[in-house]
């Protein structure tokens, strides 16, 4: 499908992008889960006017931004790209996006494995970024953990550089083609929880909990969404050192066409400073679009 602004991430910052987008009138598109927003399950308290259940806002500005003609699909990013100076994305069940301008609002999320040997082993071959640290394993192996769609991409990818690549996946929710796609490709998956990472100083092996333990180089941590430093890099967009994307007053990054906003940005982690920065790149992303 073709659309004119592609809103990556549905929290406070997409939402609020997509009101102002769809109301200066250029087709807009959301792609996310609210129940991997931030604000899912809380108590907002201190956003200006408005004391409720984060769930009932987000329901609220979603059914606004449709009421503006935006599109909302429930889906996770997997794949993104630049062609002929648009910008390609492909989702969880292999839907392509064709976009002229797009928004990061991915808010931050890194989830951890939570077990021994993640934390001490971190940079010493524990990486939660295929697409930034495969080159280190080239020729090497590795293990993907991860249950979605996200993970089996990842292990697809990897295949690429490494010469043994394991994917390690306890309650697989991934999309049936993509894992058909990794596995196609040579990835062995294992399907029982991991319990520790091992190593003294650098990553040696994972073992799951039936006691399996596969010798590894590598153990890459892909428990949620394609990062944003992932989407952000595939369209050229260099992440900050902390995965932060750095954005200009305009909420543009250094790519026309390219904006950010919310938590994704940096600091405060707040709604009202998701929301404010949303609406600056959704008229912004909408102006780009009608080359004002
Ligand atoms: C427990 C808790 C309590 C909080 N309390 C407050 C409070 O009282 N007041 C306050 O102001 N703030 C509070 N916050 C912070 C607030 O929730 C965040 O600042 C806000 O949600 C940020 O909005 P966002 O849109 O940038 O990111 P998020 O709300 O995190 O939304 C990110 C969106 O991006 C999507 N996404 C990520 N990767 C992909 C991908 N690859 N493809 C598609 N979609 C993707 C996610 O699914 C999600 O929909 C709280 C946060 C937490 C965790």
Known sequence: MDTDVLIIGCGPAGVQAAIH???????????????????????????????SEGDTILADGIAQAKSFGAEFINQNVVTSATQDGSFLFTTDDGTEIKAKAVIIATGVSRKKLAVPGEKELFGKGVSYCAVCDCNFYKGRRVVLVGNESEAAVSAKFMTS???????????????????????????????????????????????????????????????????????AMDIGVMPEMDDTIKVDADCKTE??????????????????????????????????????
């Open 21 to 51: 987008s769809s109301r200066a009138k250029v087709k807009t598109t959301v792609v996310g889960k609210t129940i991997n927003s931030s604000v899912h399950g809380t108590d907002i308290e201190n956003y200006f006017g408005v004391v």
């Open 161 to 231: 550089y490494a010469s043994e690549t394991s994917w390690v996946a306890w309650d697989l929710t991934a999309d049936d083609s993509v894992v058909t796609k990794a596995l196609d490709a040579g990835v062995r998956l294992y399907t029982n929880r991991p319990v520790s990472i091992d190593g003294t100083d650098k990553v040696e092996s994972i073992t799951l909990v039936d006691g399996t333990v596969i010798p590894t180089d590598g153990v890459f941590i892909e428990l949620g969404a394609k990062s944003a430093a992932d989407i």
């Open 255 to 292: 790519v026309p066409g390219v904006f950010a906003c919310g938590d994704i940005t940096g600091k405060p982690w707040q709604v009202a400073k998701a929301v404010g920065q949303g609406c600056i790149a959704g008229l912004n992303a909408a102006d780009f679009v009608k080359g004002n």
